[in-house]
């Protein structure tokens, strides 16, 4: 057979649009995550547990919100998962102005949680459609690196404005990002989706041939005799768990860095996350690649390393440059970390469950971030900020435990991909289906 000439692109108009988008969903959350438990500290005179919920109700309604975000992205409803979210996250940023309690402020937060929880899901499931197999670990690590990035120069942003200008400008600052991903995300949203729904219901049907299961109507299982719940996946359970893990310690960061600041007597503690930035610039580049030639062995064992590092030096951090150090230690291995965890999620479950491996990778990750929030502002209130995030550390022992103890045992030191990932890319272009199945018939004929 002839083979293919060019690569497929992964730069395409509708990639950076997917990550511009991706970035300013993620950017506007960590702005008012890390300032917020110290304009609630400061103005309620709240205790640690007390900030500590702001973080972890929030987690807990976004995960809510994707149990059903990801049922709802099988059936093809996308674009009301993206604006409904944003409307409801928007609604909430504003509604913060009017809140007099700390009881109305964590409803709100709650309510937030539900609409970023809804549109979060749909931007790395449709990037995970366009990125080509080959190149898979590279576009997925740029696409993270959006929100990594977010998750780096939020708090900064956040923290600056709080700071110089007090919480309303922050609020409004905050609702106007979230009022800019209306505009972007329009020319991605108006595609129909029928024409991706097209090809991966051929795919699914050939997987379920292969694997002697009777094949279903639809992918979105909205005709009747169609399977209405797909099963769960189990290679998702390891990295999930991992992932949780290292996001735990990313809680603590997000949630108590500022605190930290002040018990250390710190200049300005937001710059953690410059220079943590800085770090997964530069190394998410050559995590991408190395992850495709050698898999996420290869960067989960050193990244933990890097992690466990940055946060024991973290805790000795008594001047601003020892501080720099520890963050661009500590993002180095985040850097490398995360978005080999998704990809990896990404490789092993069949095309339509992409939405579930994003919403996973995404509700540990929150999960973790809660659970960060509150078991460690919890050790934090009987300790102290530095011997919280000497404790962070444990965490990291635990996840090279957990991994090479059952990555050894399940073979997850090399990922095999889901037999059906090589029919799966879905150009930017506005290709037909009948050309997705084509192409799907063609594969034996490749092989043989």
Request: proline share 4%; hydrophobic share 50%; with cysteine.
């Amino acid at each position: 057979m002839k083979e293919q000439s060019a690569p497929v692109r992964l730069w395409t108009t509708d990639f950076i649009l997917l990550m511009l988008c991706n970035f300013l969903l993620f950017l506007q959350l960590h702005m008012i995550v890390s300032p917020l438990p110290s304009y609630v500290q400061d103005r309620f005179q709240a205790n640690a547990f007390q900030v500590s919920l702001f973080t972890c109700l929030f987690a807990l309604s976004a995960i809510a919100a994707r149990l059903y975000s990801a049922k709802a992205l099988e059936k093809g409803l996308r674009n009301a998962m993206i604006f409904i979210g944003l409307s409801i996250a928007l609604l909430a940023t504003l509604g913060y102005y009017f809140a007099a309690g700390i009881a109305v402020l964590l409803f709100l937060r709650m309510v937030f949680g539900v609409g970023f929880g809804l549109s979060s899901t749909a931007f790395p499931t449709m990037a995970s459609d366009i990125v080509p197999v080959k190149r898979m670990g590279e576009g997925m690590g740029y696409f993270g690196l959006s929100t990594s990035l977010a998750m780096s120069m939020g708090p900064i942003i956040g923290v600056t404005l709080l700071q110089g200008a007090g919480f309303v400008t922050l609020m409004l600052s905050t609702a106007g990002v979230i009022a800019v991903i209306y505009p972007l995300s329009y020319s991605l949203t108006r595609k129909k989706a029928a024409k991706t729904q097209a090809s991966l219901a051929t795919a699914t049907q050939q997987s379920q041939q292969e694997q002697g299961v009777r094949p279903v109507a639809s992918v979105s299982g909205t005709k009747p005799g169609s399977r209405a719940k797909m099963p769960f996946n189990r290679k998702l359970i390891l990295p999930s768990v991992l992932n949780g893990l290292l996001s735990i310690t990313y809680g603590g960061l997000v949630g108590f860095i500022v605190l930290y600041g002040k018990e250390a007597h710190l200049a300005n503690p937001a710059l953690f996350f410059l220079f943590n930035a800085l770090a997964v610039l530069l190394v998410r580049p050559f995590a991408g690649r190395i992850y495709d030639s050698k898999g996420p062995k290869a960067l989960l064992i050193p990244g933990a390393v890097c992690i466990a590092l940055g946060l024991v030096t973290l805790s000795w951090a008594t001047t601003m440059p020892i501080l720099f150090v520890a963050a661009f230690i500590y993002g180095i291995g985040y850097g490398s970390m995360q978005s080999s965890l998704q990809t990896w999620m990404i490789q092993v479950v069949s095309p339509a469950q992409r939405g579930m491996a994003n919403g996973m990778f995404l509700n540990t990750l929150d999960l973790g971030i809660a659970i960060g929030a509150l078991l460690l502002g919890s050790i934090a209130s009987l300790t102290s900020y530095t011997e919280m995030y000497r404790y962070s550390v444990l965490f990291m022992i635990v996840f090279l435990l957990i991994y090479l103890i059952q990555g050894k045992r399940s073979g997850s030191f090399q990922i095999v991909t889901h037999p059906l990932l090589s029919h799966t890319h879905i150009a930017a272009t506005d290709s037909t289906a009948s050309n997705d199945s084509n192409e799907l018939q063609a594969e034996p004929e490749k092989r043989q």
